[in-house]
């Protein structure tokens, strides 16, 4: 069946369900790639997290191979012989989908399209696909729309035309009826002009939430990680929520809020956020930039890990890449590393990790607890150790005079100012949760000011 049948137009949307069925190829370029992320793994591990990613758009996949490759074809990507061996591969499966695990050029895009009989999805397509079908908040999908018109822009080209009507996602590419209107590069620009002026006005709005939590009284924890570590999970299991957990890749896009009881009764505010990948179209980095502030703002954040994958090395180190681009772990920002799925461990790798993470405990730079979102075990102690970095802090007034501005600037970015009012005098006196260090500094600082 060719996908020009599908998702049929007259009048309505098609929703039987039309089963695509792929061919997953990854391409193993010998040597091309020497940073850590890729030596860390293995052409097999990238192999299998591409099929995770076809899964997630409930591709039906018949066969998944790596094929090597030792010189690049700037026109098909692959060699003459491999196209051909691939094409009597795609025709013995019968597949009407071809992934290939990696950015394609449009050009080469079109060429195996045309040498394969079939539609042909790279990475980044793959990814835009998922993020689009998953977008649920208003900033999400505008952010998903900007990154697809991106995308498209650079490319100009339509190939992936029927995903969307039978899912509900809007679909990469759009809709064939748009082809005309919106593959016009003045339009597109008029477009993206327009989302980014609308993105802006919702990001406006969510600042000022944000500015008004910042004034509550309660301490932020987000939790960040790889793509499937079980930050919903943990955060359904901290905050007694239920926000969609699954055995899916990019399961959760929005950032979501809840308030978390702490041992001791003090309520602190946990968000779930966006997953990470490697390899993450720029396009998309660029539009979730401003979603991952929930990070960048956050007191404490959680480095949700899978330490029962065998890439769990190998997602730590882009996930920590992605972090240190948001200067985490600045600030007085503290870093917790959450050695999640310990259940699934065996029992010696198991103690290994947990021992580890004892010695880690005192550290304050490197801290680490070992947990299981799913049976809650360590989780009772990874409240603990939050309710005691929260308890730390001591709740001080400062007085500053009108020309003290540095000081209000430092106590703003250092600790968390509860109340602010504005005194007669043009004085200014705070409220200010402070841990003892940053006080310690601040004094230090600046001396002109009265804390009590
Ligand atoms: N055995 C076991 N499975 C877990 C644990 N934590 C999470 N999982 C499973 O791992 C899968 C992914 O969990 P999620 O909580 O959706 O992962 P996530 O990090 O939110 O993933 P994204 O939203 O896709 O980035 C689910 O099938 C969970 O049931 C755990 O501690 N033990
Ligand atoms: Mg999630």
Known sequence: ????????????????????????IHPAKAGAHDNASWRLRTPQMRLEEAVGLAEALDLEIRDAVVAPLRQLTPATLFGKGKVEEMHAHVQELGVNVVVIDDALTPVQQRNLEKAWEAK????????LE???????????RLQVELARLAYERSRLVRTWTHLERQRGGFGVMGGPGETQIETDRRLLADKIGRLKKELEEVRRTRTLQRDARKRAPYPTVALVGYTNAGKSTLFNRLTQAEVLAQDLLFATLDPTLRT???PGGRPAILSDTVGFISDLPHELVEAFRATLEEVQEADVVLH????????TEAQAHDVREVLKQLHTGEHGQVLIEVWNKIDLLTPDDREAWEARARRLESSPEHKAVAVSAVTGEGCDHLLAILAQLVDDEAAIQ?????????ALA????????????ERPDGGMHLEVRLDPQALGRFERLYPNARVG
């Open 410 to 421: 430092w106590l703003y970015r250092h600790g968390r100012v509860v109340s602010r009012e």
């Open 260 to 262: 978390v009881a702490l």
């Open 1 to 24: 069946m060719s996908s020009d049948t599908l998702g049929t137009r007259n009048g309505g949307v098609d929703w039987t369900p039309v089963p695509q069925t792929a061919l997953v």
């Open 304 to 311: 949700v890990r899978d330490v029962s994958s065998e890439e």
């Open 120 to 127: 042909v999805l790279d990475r980044t397509g793959m990814i």
């Open 130 to 140: 998922i993020f689009a079908r998953r977008a649920r908040t208003r900033e999400g």
């Open 398 to 406: 400062a007085d500053l005079d009108a020309a003290d501005g540095a």
